[in-house]
């Protein structure tokens, strides 16, 4: 079955690459190599997928057999280090397929300097191109397999959350939330988060990413806990907040309409809609009560082999379509106002053809300690 489904992914990117005018693409980031080999196993490792032919796989001899026994991809070369390196024995694997002038479609965010260095010694730089979006259009509609294992990474998620309440108690320190969480998750099968998970409390919490720190819980502030877990490489994540006793009541107010931003955005998620459209639902909440000056341009984004993959981006403006079987998160922002900020409620959602699910199946209403 995965091996089925692998093949009919590099085919997938074999028609977006011969539609863009690209000979090959050359894989060495993470999420991308789990994608297209179907083993979380990745280390020193490359992938060139050709516009024709099967794709070939290049790694440390050392992890050759296990990659032919474990991955769906067909040719697994190995190279002997330090005689040879991956940069290397990938270019002798590009020239094997007979282009002298390829054009090279790459991860924007993923290759190393050296490789790349490497690649353009080799080849015409002019020809390399950036096929960073073609990869995340292609991984943005989700198969049942990998819905199910983002389905499985969510009830790690709410273990991990169902521990952070509970360690949620003045005098606490931030950190010490976050590892009975982190510990909950592993042992509910989580492989780890894919990002740096949060628990913060009272003004931290309108820090635009803050994480865990020593600093001690005291009643009456608002806790934020945003936490991750994964499942064969899979993610999903989830946002609640803790109300420690009787904290301000603009705080308060702040969760409730967040929640209720929150309600509409999940409501208009539906196949052939716009990213925008479902944004607007959400931002239209937050202006009516006079905050939208103080809330960002964007409210969620995919969620698959990353926590937040950047096809579909739901935010002001955006034109992706949602399609059925596409899995985003959504509510991503707080208020960022003193006084009346914080509070952050997240969740991921499975568009569906039945319309949309939540996978966090935690209770989204403000807990109060």
């Not at 990998?146 to 959350?161: D, F, Q, Y």
Request: glycine content about 8%; some cysteine; hydrophobic content about 40%.
């Amino acid at each position: 079955m995965l091996k089925e489904e692998i093949a009919g992914r590099i085919k997938r990117a074999q028609v977006a690459i011969n539609e863009a005018n690209i000979d090959m693409l050359f894989i060495v980031g993470r999420e991308n190599l789990i994608y297209f080999t179907g083993s979380t196993q990745m280390e020193c490792m490359a992938l060139v997928i050709p516009r024709k032919g099967e794709a070939t796989a290049v790694t440390l001899w050392l992890d050759v057999e296990y990659l032919r026994e474990n991955s769906a991809i067909p040719h697994v070369k190995g190279y002997f280090f330090p005689a040879q390196n991956l940069v290397s024995k990938t270019i002798e694997v590009m020239k094997g397929y007979g282009f002298t002038k390829p054009r090279i479609g790459f991860e924007k965010y993923f290759v190393e300097f050296g490789v790349y260095e490497g690649l353009r010694k080799a080849f015409p730089e002019e020809d390399f191109v950036n096929a960073t979006e073609l990869i995340y259009r292609l991984r943005s509609v989700k198969s049942p397999h990998e819905i199910e294992l983002i389905r499985r990474a969510s009830e790690m998620a709410c273990k991990g959350m169902e521990a952070a309440v509970r360690a949620v108690k003045p005098g606490v320190t931030e950190l010490e939330v976050l590892a009975e969480a982190e510990y909950a998750m592993l042992k509910a099968g989580s492989g780890g988060s894919s990002f740096r998970m949060q628990v913060t409390s009272g003004e931290r919490a309108l820090l635009t990413h803050p994480c865990a720190s020593q600093k001690k819980l005291v009643a009456g502030e608002a806790v934020v806990i945003h936490l991750g877990a994964t499942c064969e490489g899979y993610c999903s994540k989830m946002c609640r907040t803790v109300a420690m006793g009787n904290i301000p009541e603009e705080q308060a107010k702040t969760y409730q309409l967040l929640l209720e931003a929150q309600d509409r955005a999940i409501a208009a998620l539906k196949p052939g809609v716009h990213a925008w459209e479902v944004d607007a639902a959400a931002r239209e909440v937050v202006a009516e009560a006079g905050f939208e000056k103080h809330y960002l341009d964007f409210v969620g984004y995919g969620v698959g082999l990353r926590q937040s993959e950047f096809y579909p981006i739901i935010g002001k403006g955006r034109q992706e379509t949602i399609e059925k079987d596409m899995v985003v998160d959504v509510l991503l922002p707080t208020v960022y106002k003193k006084g009346a900020g914080g509070p952050r409620v997240t969740d991921v959602i499975h568009v569906s053809q039945d319309g949309p699910r939540i996978l966090t199946g935690y209770p989204r209403d403000l807990i109060i300690h």
